[in-house]
């Protein structure tokens, strides 16, 4: 049974642990009846001198790319339930991947820099040759990634799927930021910090500055899944910020917005289905070459809104 509710225009449907931490499709986004997702190819991609583990499930030869972009301290086993809710369905090769310093990927001495770590990905998509027609998937910090990933190539990304993801309002921009780097590296300090990731916390104040220069590009497929239900009782501030900020992400790109009703933050774990569903629903666009689904018309010039808005 179908755990999600339907919302908006078309809904496939769908707390906080906040930061960094068939869809109506057809039967082109079809590949396989198989339940059993394609087995990995596994490869380590030497960039900048280290490695990056990359796990592919390699589909039709010319059909899209997706993407599975994991949140902060996490490596790429938080996409295994999304890539087994997948089975064989997808018409698309499928990858997950390790950042530096995650899972089997060998760490950086480096100060952090988001526009490094996007510009390793994309080196290491290019070297596989699978850097073309990409779908991303990006849950919690990896919604960042992505955004920024679509801003720096645009002709390479078809669409964009937020699962969860940070924004810059929902995060609560430079001043959240700021207290945020101060809080866990004081932690670290004292010895106290469970945060694995110390140069990501130390480049965050950097890393708001960089999203609020480089909100969601216009033109893009775009769809946000968020957290609890549509009429959820909310008195959380954090999180009531939290979700205002993928809906004014939704506003603001002309997205379907999606509820996951019974998850938390780590959606792709408490409700795979709903972003497989999501992703199906991209490739099937994406193959056909035609919208299948009906978006709302996004905001009137939306870089310059969201430029607004900050």
């Known amino acids: 049974m179908r755990l999600w509710r339907r919302t908006g225009m078309i809904g496939l449907c769908l707390q906080m642990g906040l930061l960094l931490m068939g869809v109506c499709g057809s039967a082109a986004a079809i590949a396989s009846s198989s339940p059993e997702p394609v087995a990995a190819d596994v490869r380590d991609v030497a960039v900048d001198g280290r490695t990056l583990r990359f796990e592919i499930r390699r589909g039709p030869p010319d059909g899209p790319v997706v993407l599975l972009e994991a949140g902060a301290t996490l490596d790429l086993r938080e996409w295994d339930p999304v890539i087994h809710a997948l089975g064989g369905r997808a018409a698309a090769t499928l990858i997950a991947y390790d950042r530096a310093g995650m899972g089997h990927s060998q760490p950086l001495s480096t100060s952090y820099d988001i526009y490094e770590e996007v510009a390793r990905l994309h080196r290491a998509l290019y070297r596989l040759g699978l850097s073309k027609r990409l779908i991303l998937v990006g849950h919690s910090y990896g919604g960042f990634l992505t955004q920024l990933y679509a801003n720096l190539f645009p002709a390479e990304v078809r669409a964009l799927i937020y699962v969860d993801a940070n924004t810059v309002e929902g995060l609560g921009g430079l001043e959240a930021a700021e207290a945020f780097r101060t809080s866990i590296l004081d932690a670290a300090k004292a010895g ?6 110390l140069r990501l916390a130390d480049g965050y104040v950097a890393t708001m500055r ?74 099937a666009r994406e193959t056909a070459k035609r919208p299948l689904l009906s978006f709302p018309p996004p905001e009137a010039d939306c870089t310059a809104k969201a430029a607004a808005d900050r």
């Open 210 to 283: 960089t999203m609020m220069r480089n909100p969601v590009p216009c033109g893009l497929p775009v769809t946000v899944i968020t957290q609890g239900a549509a009429d959820a009782a909310i008195t959380d501030a954090k999180l009531l910020r939290w979700r205002e900020g993928h809906r004014g992400l939704a506003r603001r790109s002309g997205a379907t917005l999606l509820f996951a009703a019974h998850s938390g933050h780590m959606i792709p774990r408490d409700q795979p289905e709903i972003v497989a569903d999501a992703i199906l629903a991209a490739i």
């Open 192 to 197: 106290k910090t469970q945060f694995n990731d």
